[in-house]
C-alpha cells in the first residue's frame, strides 16, 4: 500500500490561503514540498551530496527557480519547441530564495546543496514567486539536511488604506505599498520593498503585520516536520589540510620569520634614480631577506659551510 501524501493548510489575514503537500513528487529527493496558493503550484526539492567538498571557504549551494511556458498552458513557438534560458526574472527569483535560505544553514556545513523551484501551473492572478520561497523552505526543513529553518514569505500591499497580505496583480497596480518580507518565526531575514511616497511609520506596521502572518507559516512547516521530517545530519568541522597544517606548524616554530615578513621597503618618491643606485637594495628589504634566511641556513646547510665547519 502506498503511503497517502501529507498535507497541512494555512489561512493568512483577508482570506488568502495556502496549503503544503510532501509524500507524492519528487520521492527521491533529500526533501520536496508543493505549495499551492490560489491556482499557483510550486514544486520544490532539496538535495545535499553526503560527503563535504574539500579544499573550499565557502557553502556550495545552488538555488534554480524555473517559469516554464507549459505552467500556463502554452508551447513555445516558432521552429524550436524547447525552453530557452533563465529569464531575468527568473534569475531574481532565484536570488529571492537563495538570500534568505543561504545564511541558516549550519556553520561548518561544505556539501554540495542544490534548491530546484518548478512552477507547475500558474494563472493570471497571484504572483508565483511567495510560493516558491515557501516551499523552498519546507522542503529544506523536512530533508536531512542541516536547515536551521523554517521560514515564511508574504508580500504587503497598501490599498485604501489597509493591508493586503499576497496581493493579486490587479490589487498590486492600486497599491501603495509592495514590500516581500522573509523571516523566521523570531526575526527577520530579508526585506525588498517598493513604495510610493508613504510614511515610514506604515512601511514598520507593514513588517510587523507581515510578521504575524510568518509566523503562522513557521508553525504549519513545523507540523509538517513534527510529522514527516527527517532527522537531520551532523555536521563535522573538517580539518585543517596538510599544506596549511604545514603552513600553521612553520608560523609556530618561527615567530621572528612571521615578524619578518611584515617589514616592507621604505617608500621612495617617483624621482630619476641613477644605474649606480638602481641595482642597490633597500636596507630594509635586505634585513628581512636575512631574518627570513637565518631559520633555513641553520636547518638546510650548504655543503661548503659543511667543510668550512668541518675543518
Do not use: W
Amino acid at each position: 500500500m502506498k503511503p497517502e501524501p501529507t498535507t497541512a493548510y494555512v489561512e493568512l489575514a483577508g482570506g488568502k490561503n495556502i496549503s503544503f503537500e510532501t509524500g507524492k513528487l519528487a520521492k527521491q529527493a533529500h526533501g520536496s514540498a508543493v505549495v499551492r496558493m490560489g491556482e499557483n503550484v510550486v514544486l520544490a526539492t532539496a538535495v545535499a551530496n553526503p560527503e563535504p567538498r574539500e579544499g573550499i571557504d565557502f557553502f556550495p549551494l545552488t538555488v534554480d527557480y524555473r517559469e516554464y511556458t507549459y505552467a500556463g498552458g502554452r508551447i513555445p513557438g516558432g521552429f524550436i519547441k524547447r525552453e530557452g534560458r533563465m529569464s531575468e526574472r527568473e534569475v531574481l527569483t532565484s536570488r529571492q530564495i537563495d538570500r534568505p535560505v543561504r545564511p541558516m544553514f549550519a556553520e561548518g556545513f561544505k556539501c554540495e546543496t542544490q534548491v530546484i523551484a518548478f512552477v507547475l501551473s500558474a494563472d493570471t492572478e497571484n504572483d508565483p514567486d511567495v510560493c516558491g520561497i515557501n516551499a523552498a523552505s519546507a522542503a529544506l526543513t523536512l530533508s536531512d539536511i542541516p536547515f536551521l529553518g523554517p521560514i515564511g514569505a508574504v508580500r504587503v500591499g497598501l490599498v485604501d488604506g489597509r493591508f493586503i497580505v499576497n496581493p493579486t496583480y490587479t490589487e498590486m497596480r492600486e497599491s501603495l505599498l509592495n514590500i516581500m518580507v522573509v523571516g523566521t518565526s523570531e526575526a527577520i531575514v530579508m526585506i525588498e520593498s517598493g513604495a510610493k511616497e508613504v510614511k515610514e511609520e506604515t512601511v514598520v506596521d507593514a513588517i510587523e503585520f507581515a510578521h504575524a502572518e510568518i509566523k503562522k507559516i513557521c508553525a504549519v512547516i513545523n507540523d509538517l516536520r513534527a510529522k514527516v521530517g527527517k532527522p537531520k545530519r551532523k555536521v563535522l568541522l573538517q580539518r585543517l589540510g596538510e599544506k596549511n597544517r604545514r603552513a600553521f606548524s612553520r608560523r609556530s616554530r618561527y615567530p621572528e620569520a612571521s615578524e619578518a615578513r611584515k617589514l616592507r621597503p621604505c617608500s621612495r618618491p617617483k624621482e630619476r634614480v641613477s644605474r649606480r643606485s638602481a641595482g642597490r637594495r633597500p636596507q630594509g628589504q635586505s634585513q628581512a631577506r636575512e631574518v627570513l634566511r637565518s631559520p633555513a641556513r641553520a636547518l638546510f646547510p650548504r655543503p661548503g659551510h659543511q667543510q668550512q665547519a668541518a675543518s
